[in-house]
Structure formats: C-alpha cells, structure tokens
Nanobody
Framework: QVQLVESGGGLVQPGGSLRLSCAAS??????PMWWYRQAPGKERELVA?????????GYADSVKGRFTISRDNAKNTVYLQMNRLKPEDTAVYYC?????????WGKGTLVTVSS
C-alpha cells in the first residue's frame, strides 16, 4: 500500500523556521515529488518540486529564497526547510507524487505563522 505521511508542522512566530518531512512508503521506485499548500479559503498551490534524485528543484515565486526542498532517497523522505516564515505562509502543507499513472497525496500538516 502506497502512502505519503507529512510531519513537522506547528505554530511558529513570523521570521521563524520549520522543517517539514514527507515519508513515502510502498513505492517501488524514485519519482519527482512536490510540496503544495492550501490556505483557508484559497485553492491549493504549488510550493516546490524536486526531481527523482534531487538534481533539479523549483519554487513558487512567493517562497523563492526562503524555502528549500531536498530529499533523502535512502530514507524515502522529502523535506521542506522553511525559513523567514510569514503569516501568509499559514496553510496546510501536502506532499504529492505520481506512481503507475496515479497521483498520491498525503493528509497534510498544518503550519501556522502567528505572533
């Protein structure tokens, strides 16, 4: 059974940092991975992407220079390091990947940036 499980969310003050993790299980090969987020009352948006072996990454303009996506294929885990967090980064963060033609989402982890 394939599964994605996010963790690492929480409450942080503006300017603070968090590191999110996405643990994958049940997948038989490496694949590009994506982090998305959905703020209250807004549509889900792409935050960052990483290629199968980490050589290529991409970021939304709103997080470029503050967030870093990485992966450890030996641990089947993708990370999102979030620095200089802003209140507008408040959202549920989801990881996503494709496998055998189907898309898989985790259940998300909530990040709240507030003083």
């Amino acid at each position: 059974q394939v599964q994605l499980v996010e963790s690492g969310g929480g409450l942080v003050q503006p300017g603070g940092s968090l590191r999110l993790s996405c643990a994958a299980s049940g997948f038989t090969s490496s694949s590009p991975m994506w982090w998305y987020r959905q703020a209250p009352g807004k549509e889900r948006e792409l935050v960052a992407s990483i290629s199968s072996f980490g050589g290529n990454t991409g970021y939304a303009d709103s997080v470029k220079g503050r967030f870093t996506i990485s992966r450890d294929n030996a641990k089947n885990t993708v990370y999102l390091q979030m620095n200089r967090l802003k209140p507008e980064d408040t959202a549920v963060y989801y990881c996503y990947r494709k496998h055998d033609g189907m898309g898989y989402w985790g259940k998300g982890t909530l990040v709240t940036v507030s003083s």
